[in-house]
């Protein structure tokens, strides 16, 4: 497909090019890939919000709680995105209107910025369990738990507000856009005129959630390192190293490659392509295997749940 130009007043509809380089048959199998991908992640992630709202033992703990939110969020994460690439995959060129375009671009971003505060939440949670464990029970009690998931969500679903609604007023000279998401960066890319505020406000906030989240989830880590150092016994390091190093390494999967994508905001091409690819689809896969199915806690509330005995 080649770039098609319109009137400067054009408001849509687009086409994601996606991956146009692929043939048909590797179509196909990419096409393949990713289902197998979406339908293991809607899975994974499905077993770990029924386990938490089935098993009463899960319901009064925290990071459950906090767990159970994460993987309704990573459902809604990767629905955002998945279903319209492998249409665009099994079919390319179909066009998707503006107002679509601009509903995706915000859910988009309303779930990414939704992630990284319930990654610091869970950081929190770990470190109040860990260095304050007398007053755990009382800092970071049931309601006060669910008190701030629904913050994280708010924060999520308010962030991106202003970056959304600049950039959906611009005129676009190039419809075509070579994503397979509607992403800021190869629309401001394809407005018909330089446009620093919505670039400076995805530039501003993009920055300010992902290097203010990550600063706090390491800063969290870092302590409990610190305090986990301080365990006189062996067995209880290991256990206290080995859910933090399961929280790290969604924390690096996801921080690392948004960091590629979003503080340069009109960067476009195969990087930021793949970057996208990675932690919009690969993360929300392999976040349920990270971080909970292999917990044994979780694994005895999933056996209980499916044989019915809670």
Not at 92 to 101: D, F, M, T
Not at 230 to 249: N, V
């Amino acid at each position: 497909l080649t770039s098609t130009r319109y009137s400067p007043t054009s408001q849509g509809p687009f086409i994601l090019l996606g991956f146009p380089s692929l043939g048909r048959l590797s179509r196909n199998l990419v096409c393949a890939l990713f289902s197998s991908t979406y339908i293991g992640t809607l899975t994974g992630n499905l077993c770990i919000v029924w386990a938490v709202l089935r098993d009463p033992r899960l319901q009064r703990l925290p990071m459950y709680i906090l767990l159970g939110n994460f993987s309704w969020l990573e459902i809604c994460y990767v629905t955002t995105t998945m279903p319209r690439m492998l249409s665009d995959l099994m079919n390319p060129g179909v066009p998707i209107s503006s107002h679509a375009c601009f509903v995706q671009f915000y859910i988009f971003f309303c779930m990414g910025t939704t992630e990284c505060c319930f990654l610091a939440a869970m950081a929190l949670d770990r470190y109040l369990a860990i260095c304050h464990p007398l007053r755990y029970p009382v800092l970071m009690s049931p309601h006060r738990c669910w008190v701030l998931a629904a913050s994280c969500w708010v924060t999520g679903f308010l962030w991106f507000v202003v970056p959304v609604v600049l950039i959906s007023q611009l005129s676009f000279c190039v419809l075509t856009l070579d994503h397979f998401v509607c992403d800021p960066g190869p629309l401001l890319a394809s407005s018909c005129a330089p446009a620093p505020q919505a670039e400076l406000a995805t530039y501003v906030l993009s920055s300010l959630i992902i290097f203010g989240a990550a600063f706090f989830t390491l800063t969290s880590y870092g302590l409990i390192v610190r305090a986990v150092l301080r365990l006189p016994t062996g067995a209880g390091r290991h256990k206290a190293f080995s859910t933090c190093s399961s929280h790290l390494a969604v924390v690096s999967l996801f921080w690392g490659s948004g960091m590629v994508t979003y503080i340069s905001p009109s960067a476009a091409g195969g990087s930021g392509k793949m970057a996208t690819l990675f932690y919009a689809v690969a993360t929300p896969l392999l976040n349920p295997l990270i971080y909970s199915l292999r917990n044994k806690e979780m694994k005895d509330a999933l056996r209980r749940t499916l044989l019915g005995k809670l």
